[in-house]
């Protein structure tokens, strides 16, 4: 099965962004402003090849500033387009806003298969991608940070090209290495939020968390970092899937011994599926950490979790999330559920500015009580409203972005 299917995941998100309006009660033309990006720019990379050039296309695409300096990820994936940046982006604005941090949202791209590239042609894109843009990153203008195909290394090469011709500023990317700059804690923050989500869920829910049954598609920064929070929280991972394949241990898998094959297709296991099977299979907690678009009309039947913690970025197309919550699952959204990177990514452009670095003890405590009371909020919120997670979650920072357009009075 194919993630990419045909819908287009701006509209689904400004779908959203539409509904907590109309909740809210704001004028049309306020909520067309929410739905619009800032500013969009494509840019061509020429990479050379062989004997040749090839070019490739990269995007960054800034949505809002209403709450500060946009944030947002680079995806060096070959189904990245404008459509999937700019909802990308957009969903940057809302995360930022429910998490209370003060950013804006952005998101960049690159579209090739990162697994083709050699790590050569990976510090050549980057440093091409950062001299093209460097007009409109900086550190109170737009941080960018790692997100799919790219990681803590490709963001040190960032940072490198982007002192050459700005100078020193370190706090103009997170995600870096701990050695120059990156705050211990930040590259498993995103899976950690996302187990500590989980946990609260099941709470919620008055659910047993020891020994709950987790399943997780992707095994790449999230889905690793969401594998350990769950078992060091007491829960049992049975399955995880990777780009190679899914393995299977319904007495629960060693995680820690999984971590030291380069892919899963290495791994020594007695149940294989496949890379897509596994969303399939029965747990309490499905956590898709992979790509987006993953649950959608062809499999959202098959689907037999009661819990979906959003790892990844839309990984159920609007049309399978109303299938699966009429058929009584929970689902926690991505700008909640995966909002503990850019939580961390907060952290560290924080202690970058102050030139000062937190223990990681510091760090974990401030992400895992910030991420409840984020949870917490939203909980409250879809009492409130009576709607469920995802509508309550854009409900909160629809209301909080809408409200600093209106104190700024950016129309003047
Ligand atoms: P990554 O590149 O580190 O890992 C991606 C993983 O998905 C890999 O294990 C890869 O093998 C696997 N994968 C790819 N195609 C697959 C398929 N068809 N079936 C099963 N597995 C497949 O990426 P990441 O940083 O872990 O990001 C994963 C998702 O989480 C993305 O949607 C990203 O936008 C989102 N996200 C990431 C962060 C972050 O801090 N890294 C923060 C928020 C959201």
Not at 351 to 374: G, H, V
Request: hydrophobic share 40%; with cysteine.
């Amino acid at each position: 099965m194919s993630a990419k299917t045909s819908h287009n995941p701006f509209d689904e998100v400004n779908e959203k962004v539409s509904l907590a309006g109309e909740f809210l009660k704001l004028k049309p033309g306020i909520i067309e402003v929410l739905k619009s990006c800032e500013r969009e720019v494509v840019i061509s990379i020429p990479l050379r090849r062989e004997d040749d050039v090839e070019v490739l296309t990269g995007y960054r695409v800034q949505h809002s500033s209403a709450r500060g300096p946009r944030k947002g990820g680079i995806r060096f994936h070959q189904d990245v387009d404008l459509n999937e940046v700019r909802a990308l982006a957009s969903l940057m604005t809302w995360k930022t806003a429910l998490i209370d941090v003060p950013f804006g949202g952005a998101k960049g791209g690159v579209a090739v298969d990162a697994t083709k590239l050699s790590s050569i042609e990976k510090e050549e894109i980057i440093r091409r991608w950062t001299r093209s843009l460097v007009h409109v990153l900086g550190h109170h203008r737009d941080i960018p940070a790692p997100d799919m195909g790219t990681d803590s290394k490709t963001m040190a090469w960032l940072m490198d090209e982007y002192h050459r011709l700005e100078g020193f500023q370190p706090a103009c990317v997170t995600g870096k290495p701990v050695e120059l700059f990156g705050a211990p804690g930040r590259e498993e923050a995103t899976g950690r939020g996302v187990a500590h989500i989980a946990a609260a869920t099941l709470k919620e829910h008055e659910k047993k968390i020891k020994g709950a049954t987790v399943v997780i598609q992707g095994f790449g920064n999230v889905g690793k970092f969401a594998a350990l929070g769950c078992e060091e929280l007491g829960m049992k991972v049975i399955a995880v899937s990777d780009v190679t394949g899914g393995v299977v241990n319904k007495k629960g898998l060693d995680v820690k011994s999984l971590l030291l094959h380069p892919t899963l297709a290495s791994a020594e296991v007695d149940e294989r599926v496949g890379a897509s099977e596994v969303l399939e299979i029965e747990c309490d907690i499905l956590i898709p950490a992979a790509l987006g678009g993953v649950i959608n009309e062809e499999n959202v039947k098959n689907i037999k979790a009661d819990f979906i913690i959003e790892g990844a970025n839309q990984p159920i197309t609007s049309s399978a999330d109303r299938a699966l919550r009429l058929a009584g699952a929970v689902i926690v959204p991505d700008i909640l559920a995966n909002s503990g990177g850019v939580m961390g990514s907060y952290f560290e452009w924080t202690q970058n500015i102050q030139e000062f670095t937190w223990p990681i003890e510091k760090f974990r405590r401030e992400l895992d009580s910030r991420m409840e009371k984020a949870f917490g909020q939203t909980h409250k919120v879809s009492t409130k409203y009576k709607v469920d997670l995802r509508t309550a979650a854009f409900i909160l920072a629809v209301e909080r972005v809408a409200k600093s357009f209106e104190l700024r009075g950016s129309l003047v």
